[in-house]
């Protein structure tokens, strides 16, 4: 009697969703172990541990050519803590060490390792808190909402805070935009760039004669995706493809858009506008981005301090409800009565707003 064949979990899916006879199956959203254990091998030993691995596995060819390119190029050999290795204590709290056999499916991350620095911010009353929840989406091919010139005005029309999380950043004119913003009117600005994309922003600021002297008031930090880490040590980083804009913690534009001439001009994207309570999931997330980014150029470590709740009175000074209320309102919908040939703020009106920046969001080095 001959032995039945071992279909790995996708092969054996493939073959029932082929067949018209097998009713569907369940939903089965768990790990797949051949497809970690091809993995691991092809981080050991290349394609042909891989193909190896497949065979006896029973399992299909599951990455594309440039994956499998990506992972051979980015791996790197270090051994993991102890924590994130295959046997009986391995894996995050609540999930069964058994499905952890040939390693970690999951990410090398430090829980609990955020810098305390960031705790109170977190805790802190938060503007967007305030205002009306809406979404608005824009498309490449609306003429009349130029994405490249709503992220312009984005960053034109901000006041206080900047964040911006971005996998490529190139394009010249939109970073004079952040150093006119940073150095002109004072506002503080943090660019998470994805480790990968940071070589191509450093070409740029060489091509531009920019240094650290140029960004006083601006953070550069790099930050990687997830990481996936072998048996045997070897390991390998993904990317950041998260992309959003974070203006005075009132508003958020996110979507495919990156910063780059060839997204501004020929590529079509998608970008959505988030206010109120929406803000909130990219505000955590930033925050938790921050806490395992590296600096590239400008301030090295920043100190964020808790934001002021409105109409609070510092220490050695008074804001009035009128000033505070008139940069609310400027800041809360940059795009209402905006047009391309929009100015900033009076004087006057910038000088409150930098009073009320300098309590809401201290840039220090430590």
Not at 294 to 304: A, C, D, E, I, N
Not at 325 to 341: E, I, K, V
Not at 351 to 361: A, P, S, V
């Amino acid at each position: 009697m001959s032995r039945s064949r071992h279909l790995g979990k996708i092969r054996k899916r493939l073959e029932d969703v082929k067949s018209q006879w097998v009713r569907p199956a369940r939903a089965d959203f768990s790990d797949n172990e051949s497809a970690r254990l091809a993995t691991d091998a092809l981080l050991d030993g290349g394609p042909e541990a891989y193909w190896r691995v497949l065979s006896q596995e029973g399992e299909v060819d599951f990455l594309s050519s440039v994956e499998a390119q990506y992972i051979q190029a980015q791996a790197w050999e270090r051994p993991c803590p102890p924590d994130t290795l295959g046997g009986a204590e391995t894996g995050p709290k609540g999930l069964d060490s058994s499905s952890l056999q040939s390693g970690t499916y999951f990410p090398v991350a430090s829980e609990g390792s955020e810098p305390a620095l960031l705790h109170s911010w977190a805790s802190a009353e938060k503007p967007y808190l305030k205002d009306k929840s809406s979404a608005t989406v824009y498309f490449q091919t609306d003429k009349h909402n130029n994405i490249r010139d709503l992220v312009r005005r984005c960053i034109t029309r901000t006041s206080q805070v900047l964040v911006i999380l971005m996998d490529v950043f190139t394009d010249v004119e939109i970073f004079c935009d952040i150093l006119e913003a940073a150095n002109k009117r004072g506002v503080f600005v943090c660019v998470l760039l994805d480790q990968g994309g940071v070589k191509l922003f450093q070409e740029m600021c060489d091509k531009i004669q920019i240094s650290d002297s140029h960004l006083k008031n601006i953070s550069i930090r790099s930050v990687e995706g997830e990481v996936y880490c072998a048996k045997s040590g070897r390991k390998f980083a993904g990317q950041i493809r998260e992309k959003f804009i974070i203006s005075d913690w009132r508003f958020v534009l996110s979507g495919s858009y990156s910063f780059t001439w060839l997204c501004g001009h020929v590529h079509r994207n998608i970008l959505s506008k988030f206010t109120g309570q929406a803000v909130e999931p990219f505000d955590e997330e930033f925050r938790h981005l921050y806490a395992s980014s590296k600096p590239v150029m400008g301030l090295k470590s920043p100190r964020l301090v808790a934001p002021v709740p409105t109409g609070a009175a510092p220490a050695n000074g008074r804001l009035s409800s009128s000033s505070g209320s008139a940069s609310d309102r400027t800041s809360s919908n940059p795009f209402s009565g905006l047009s391309a040939g929009s100015h900033p703020l009076p004087e006057s009106k910038q000088n409150k707003t930098k009073t009320k920046t300098t309590l809401w969001f201290l840039v220090a080095f430590s």
